[in-house]
C-alpha cells in the first residue's frame, strides 16, 4: 500500500529550527521569554490595523479568555455559528453560559445575517439579550463580516471572531481576525501555520490583550510572594513554541499559496464531474483555503460523500466530513437553533479532501484520479469537449 496521505500535516520551514536551538541555547525553556514577544510582534504587524496579540497555549483558550473578558458569566447567552468545530462552543459552557446556535448560509457556509438578525429578535424577546456573538471564518473563508458587524452594533452586542482556521485570509482587503472586538488564531498541528500546539487572542484595544495575558500566567499579583486576587489559568505560550512560530510567520505566505494551488488544481480536475461542487469566493473575500472541500449530490453523482471517503481510505488517503453542525451534536443537545437546515445539507454533502502545503503534485493526483474514477463527467463538459 501507498505511503499515508494525510489530510493537513504540519510543514516546517528552513528557521524554526533556528529559533528554537536559540531557545535551547539561552535556556529560555520557561513559559515565556523572546521568542513569545518576538511571534507577538510578526503576528500584529501581519494582521495589521494596529492590532495586539496574546500568545497562547490553544484558540480554545483564546476563545475561553475572550469570553472572560467580554463578562461572560453563569446563565449568560452566547450566540455561536452551528457549523464548526466544537472548540468555538465549548468555552461558552466552561463559563456557564449557554450557547444559541446559528445556522449557515450557501455563499461562505458560515453564520447567517438573516437568521443571526432572527436568533436575536427572539432571545431578547424572551428576555435574555446575548452577551456575544461568536461567528467563524469556516476553512478559511471569510464571513459576511459587514453584515454581522452591522448586525452587532445594532443591537450593541460584541464579536469574538473565531478566525482559528482563517490566518491568511482576508474580507475586502483586511485581515481576518482583525473584524471583532475580539479575534482568535489557532496554530494547531494542521493548521496553516503551526507552532505544535498554539493560538492566539487579537485585539485593537490593548487593555483586552494585557488583561489576557494576566489571566494567562494564572492571574498573579505584582508582589514578591504568590498573590492572586482573581481565578487565572495556565494558558500562556512557552518560548519553545512561539520559536517554531516565529519561523513559521517567514513562510506564511508560501503556505497560503500552496494551499490555494491545491485548490486550484482540484477545481482543474474535478468541477466537471457530475454532482461535484466547490466553494467560490465571493467578490472581495479571499481565503487562504486552508482545505479544499468538495459537495457532492449523490442523486447526481452516483455516489454518496461517504462513498468516496472510504474509497478514499482503502487507499491510505484520510479525508473527512465537513464539521457536524452543533446543533446536531449529543453534548448540546436541546440548545437553542435558529436556521433553515443549511448546515445539516452541507455536512451530508460535504467532504475535506487532502491540502497540505507540503503535498506534491503526484499525491494530488492520487485523490483525482481516485475521485474521477468514481464519477462520471458532467453532460454539459462532454457537451464542451466535442
Known sequence: MENKLWLSSPHMGESEFKFVKEAFDTNWIAPLGPHVNGFEDALGSYLGESTSVAALGSGTSALHLGLI?????????????????SASANPIVYQGGKPIFVDSEPDTWNISPSWLRIAIQDRIKR????????????YGMPAKMDEILDIASEFEIPVIEDAAEALGSSYKGRACGTFGDLGVLSFNGNKIITTSGGGAL????????EKA???????????????????GYNYRMSNVCAGIGRGQM??????????RANYQRYVKALDRLAGISF???????????????????????GVSR?????????????????WKPMHLQPVFAGAPFYGDGTSERLFE????????????????????????????????SLADAK
Open 306 to 322: 461517504e462513498d468516496i471517503r472510504l474509497s478514499l481510505e482503502a487507499e491510505n488517503i484520510e479525508s473527512r466530513p465537513l
Open 250 to 259: 517567514e513562510v506564511l505566505a508560501d503556505r497560503v499559496a500552496q494551499r
Open 202 to 209: 487579537v485585539a485593537k484595544d490593548v487593555g483586552f490583550v
Open 349 to 380: 454533502q460535504g467532504l475535506c479532501l487532502p491540502s497540505g502545503s507540503n503535498m506534491t503534485k503526484a499525491d494530488q493526483n492520487r485523490v483525482i484520479e481516485l475521485i474521477q474514477n468514481l464519477l462520471p463527467q458532467r453532460e454539459d
Open 127 to 138: 428576555g435574555k439579550k446575548p452577551k456575544a456573538i461568536i461567528p467563524v471564518h469556516l
Open 213 to 231: 495575558r494576566f489571566l494567562a500566567t494564572q492571574a498573579r499579583d505584582p508582589a514578591p510572594h504568590y498573590q492572586h486576587s482573581q481565578i
Open 69 to 85: 473578558l467580554l463578562g461572560v458569566k453563569a446563565g449568560d447567552e452566547v450566540i455561536c455559528q452551528s457549523m464548526t468545530f
Open 279 to 301: 466553494l467560490k469566493e465571493p467578490s472581495g473575500f479571499y481565503s487562504n483555503r486552508w482545505l479544499t472541500t468538495i459537495l457532492v449530490d449523490a442523486e447526481v453523482a
